[in-house]
């Protein structure tokens, strides 16, 4: 176990240094000047050095990095070149949106997937499996973008249960935040429910084959004892897999959905950082989404040992 620990460990630091270093230099190769763009074409040289100077844009590259690199360290992530606040404020801010709907869509998606891969697992080749199979290759083949305005012309428009579109920020209650949430939650979850039913019923119906699985029968179990006592928790290594990437995707990935219902969230904050050039938000927040992906399948890693303890003795 502190063998495995100990790699794990060294695995995220150096994978947070390599994607550190990657994303600065994609930064560092995009043509043109953040001081000249927000300045205009008629700028005086002067001003534009000025300017650059107050960005934290002057220094050789190393320098910079460094600067960067030490400041996300501090918690400082810079100054926004458009909004003039520091980016760790607009993270924040869109954070109070972004991460309640991530867990919201996860919490969702789990609930729908766990029951339905066991269901279609314990029933492999009947009706009822193929139904479930069915159902979920459609819930992949929908696009996401495509449910959410379905879901928002049904609930928000003919049904009026919910507002269409639009954050009114937790300071309005919990009750009206969590009802904003809803249905983008759903949008995202239902596609992810069906990717995570997938992997659990097949990673189930692999484990019922092994001979431990044909042990317990022997025993006198039954199919649906074995599957619960024995083949489920050493099933849930996959699904753990996928679980951690998805989280990572709702969190960053969720862009497209953000801009049906109109949420403030930081996959809306990058989108509005390219389009303003604004790239010391598109680094940070870039770097930070980067980060949560590594830290997230570091937690994932962790909850291998927990699923298969023969890890514990490495």
Do not use: C
């Amino acid at each position: 176990m502190p063998g495995y620990l100990a790699s794990r460990l060294l695995s995220l630091i150096l994978s947070l240094a390599v994607a550190s270093l990657v994303i600065f230099a994609v930064i560092e190769v995009i043509p043109g000047d953040p001081a000249a763009f927000m300045l205009g074409l008629n700028a005086r040289p002067d001003t534009v050095a000025a300017l650059r100077a107050e960005l934290g844009l002057e220094g050789t590259r190393p320098q910079r990095y460094l600067a960067w690199v030490g400041g996300m360290l501090t918690g400082d992530l810079g100054v926004s070149y458009t909004y003039r606040v520091p980016v760790a404020k607009l993270v924040a801010d869109r954070l109070e949106v972004s991460l309640p709907l991530a867990l919201m869509a996860l919490a969702l998606s789990t609930a729908i997937a766990l029951p339905v891969g066991v269901f279609a697992a314990a029933r492999r080749g009947r009706a009822a499996d193929r139904l479930a199979m069915g159902l979920a290759q459609i819930g992949i083949a929908l696009p996401n973008f495509w449910f959410a305005m379905l879901l928002a012309l049904v609930f928000a428009v003919n049904l009026r249960w919910v507002s269409a579109g639009g954050f009114p920020g937790w300071e309005a209650g919990l009750l009206p935040a969590l009802k904003a949430l809803t249905l983008p939650a759903v949008a995202l979850a239902l596609p992810q429910a069906a990717i995570l039913t997938r992997i659990l019923r097949s990673s189930l119906i692999e484990t019922l084959g092994q001979d431990y699985i044909r042990t317990a029968r022997a025993r006198g179990l039954s199919r649906g004892q074995a599957l619960r006592r024995h083949a489920l928790r050493n099933a849930l290594i996959p699904v753990l897999t996928i679980l951690g990437l998805q989280f990572a995707f709702l969190i960053a990935g969720a862009i497209v959905i953000e801009r049906v219902f109109f949420l403030p969230g930081l996959g809306r904050l990058i989108f509005e950082g390219i389009t303003q050039r604004d790239l010391i938000v598109v680094e940070s927040v870039t770097m930070l989404l980067v980060a949560t992906v590594i830290v997230v399948n570091f937690l994932v890693d962790l909850a291998y040992v927990w699923a298969d303890p023969r890890l514990r003795r490495r």
